[in-house]
Nanobody
Framework: QVQLVESGGGLVQAGGSLRLSCAAS????????MGWFRQAPGEEREFVAA??????YYADSVKGRFTISRDNVRNTVYLQMNSLKPEDTAVYSC?????????????????????WGQGTQVTVSS
């Protein structure tokens, strides 16, 4: 059974930084696509970032501010979030696909992911 556990969320002022971690355990593929999604109150869940091998993908709203990375030894994916804005406030969830997707359409699609973490709250105050 695959388990994803996020950590690193919290309260930060606008302009600040946070680093989210997602540790994967169980029968995970070391090369499978991993991603971060977020859901703000009253909003639908949206794509944030994904990593497939050496390829990374970002939503336009976070490009240049967020960086996704992966440690295959620790089976952990990270999301470094800089220059945070109040509109970044949301529950952030990591996700693991059953395979690797190099096409951005699939890497950015929620339907591509088979496993999800429980989420971690990020709150950015103005």
């Amino acid at each position: 059974q695959v388990q994803l556990v996020e950590s690193g969320g919290g309260l930060v002022q606008a302009g600040g930084s946070l680093r989210l971690s997602c540790a994967a355990s169980g029968r995970t593929g070391s090369s499978s696509t991993m991603g971060w999604f977020r859901q703000a109150p009253g909003e639908e869940r949206e794509f944030v970032a994904a990593v497939s091998g050496e390829m990374t993908y970002y939503a336009d709203s976070v490009k240049g501010r967020f960086t996704i990375s992966r440690d295959n030894v620790r089976n952990t994916v990270y999301l470094q979030m800089n220059s945070l804005k109040p509109e970044d406030t949301a529950v952030y969830s990591c996700a693991l696909a059953a395979t690797i997707y190099y096409a951005s359409f699939f890497a950015k699609s929620q339907a591509s992911y088979a496993y999800w973490g429980q989420g971690t709250q990020v709150t950015v105050s103005s």
